[in-house]
Structures are given as C-alpha cells and as structure tokens.
C-alpha cells in the first residue's frame, strides 16, 4: 500500500514537473517568490521532503517558490532545510536562511 502511494506521489511530482518545465520554457527569468508557506501548501510541502528524503515538521515554515514549483523551505523556529535535489537551490537555501534570520526577534 505505501509503495502504491509512493508510486502515485513519483507520477503526480512528474506531472507537475511538466507542466512548470512546459511554462519555463515561455519565461526567460524566472522570478523567486519568498513567502510563509500557507495551509494550502502542506502537501507540496510534503512532496518536497519526500523528494529531499527529509522529514517535514509541523512547524510554520518560509518557503521558495520559483514559477509556481517549491524550491525549498526552512522551517522558522530554527532547523534543516528542505530543498528540491533536481533544481540548483543552495543560493535559495541561503536566501531562506538570511531571511528567516531576519525575521527571528532580537534576543
């Protein structure tokens, strides 16, 4: 059962895969959208850590987004990040980190 789900999660990653890769071909620069991650966002976030073979916490996260695809995500309260092993993300991570930093109140 949970290789059936997994198998169905590989196929639906594909097929978003596609479709973004499908809208990057009409864009030259793709913008970064740095945001916290919303409700709505809890099972692409889960597809992510899946991907990044990460466990994903229940915590507020900041993600990046990067023509409609989450690239990466750090959870606010302090922790590892998870990022997307397909797309070039250590400058996304740091920028995640940098502004998680900044969001932290001063001690």
Known sequence: MKALIQ???????????????????????????????????RGRLRRLALLDSAQLEDVPMLVAERAGMLVA??????????ADPFEPSADVVGLLEFRRAQLRPAA
């Open 7 to 41: 198998a169905e999660l590989f196929k639906e990653i594909g097929r978003d895969r596609d479709r973004v890769a499908k809208r990057r071909m009409d864009m030259a620069n793709d913008a970064l959208v740095i945001r916290n991650a919303a409700p709505s966002d």
């Open 73 to 82: 995500a750090v959870p606010l309260t302090g922790g590892r990040a998870i």
